[in-house]
């Protein structure tokens, strides 16, 4: 699952399309999530959900980038991109949000600064 990112040369993790997860994910690296999760995903680095992904829990990152569909709540100490064909169906507390248009959001949106 683990992969070597080429511009930073740090590894991260993935999973793959037509792979699902039930259960929690917590990751110290980055992760991509193209396949399902069925639980929550706890991420020390960046969260990205493709265009494919799809998340049915909680997720608390430093930084996301949602092209998939999230249902459950995100908590992101740094910067959510909610990218126009993402669908998030839950709660929001974040210090940076940046939606582009056709984005779907149902849900309320906390901001605030976290302690590092």
Request: proline letters at 1%.
């Amino acid at each position: 699952m683990a992969k070597e990112n080429q511009s930073t040369g740090m590894a991260h993790s993935a999973l793959a399309v037509e792979t699902t997860i039930t259960g929690n994910i917590s990751a110290i690296t980055d992760i991509r999530i193209d396949g399902i999760l069925k639980g929550n995903l706890d991420c020390q680095g960046k969260v990205v959900i493709g265009e494919k992904g799809r998340v049915q829990g909680d997720i608390k990152a430093v930084n996301a980038e949602i092209m998939g569909s999230v249902c459950g709540n995100i908590t992101v100490a740094e910067t959510l991109v909610l990218k126009s064909s993402s669908l998030l169906e839950g709660d929001i507390t974040v210090s940076t949000l940046v939606i582009e248009p056709n984005a779907q959001l149902n849900g309320q949106c906390s901001m605030r600064t976290f302690q590092k």
